[in-house]
């Protein structure tokens, strides 16, 4: 006695609907053409094939939401399954869902549009920054006189302020502009290390050549005269760090300190000596105590100097 053996194929997927999740069964018999889908372990719907090699779609409703599963026939490769549920159908849940992720799209779109109103002119502010360093990477270096000074707006103590300056190039005279720190407390100015400005200081002006009117004052570099002009100012804080010295001697032991320390270190040892006397409540990176670190680093360097403490 002889038996038939058919051949089953098997699929499962897993469907997410609005009310729970569904587990969908296919059972393929590829012989007979009999098509059984199941919902959930039950019996969603049986037929056969109209021709067993052939494709065919079954559509449903789950949780009133229309689905299809198709079964796809190729010659070369045999029968293939998909299952799919369109996001949106025909029924009542179907065009609800079409309306919800409109809605949605254009919460997304006007939250993207916001962000580009808030984004753009940050992105445009720096890209402008950046612009301005590589033109002045290839610049020119003159020196610039500050004019005049003006605060931008004052507080009780740390404000900022305008600095005017003018430069030459090419014996034309051009005017700049450059913010700065105001105290609002003390009403002075000051550079952003601390050297005081009153007007009249001279510093190095970088300027693009092909647009003279593209340029900067650079605080952080006085020229050559102004440094030798901010030794008064480092004399006096100096001493008044070595209070526990007697005057003529402080000044100097001083004196022998600028000498040896501005030789090696230029611009950046008038500006520790001249905030040696700050304390660190008016400035986090130059003050007293930073400059009794840095002095201390310096110790084999300005020996000669400790003599004079003697």
Known sequence: MSRKFFFMHKRDWIFYGHLHRHLVTLFHFKQTGRVMVYLNRRLLLEEVLPTPQSSHTYQFFIDDELCELELIYAPQTGFGYDFRSPNYSTSRYGRWQRWKDRLENLKIVGVLALMALILLPVVYYFWRQNRAEKDFKVGMM?????????????????????????????????????????????????????????????????????????????????????MKAYQTDVRAACVRHFSGLESSQAMMYCDCLSRFLVEQYGTEAIVRLHQSATPKTNHSQYNADTFEAWLTEQKSFVAPCEELKN
């Open 142 to 226: 003159t020196e610039g006189t500050v004019m005049g000074l003006e605060p931008t707006f004052e507080k009780n103590e740390l404000a900022t302020g305008i600095a005017t300056y003018t430069f030459s190039s090419d014996t034309k005279s051009y005017v700049g502009k450059q913010m700065l720190v105001y105290d609002g407390k003390t009403k002075k100015f000051s550079t952003p290390d601390g050297l005081p400005i009153r007007g009249g200081e001279r510093f190095m002006v970088l300027f693009q050549p092909s647009n003279p009117d593209h340029n900067r004052m650079d605080f952080r570099r006085p020229t050559a005269d102004q």
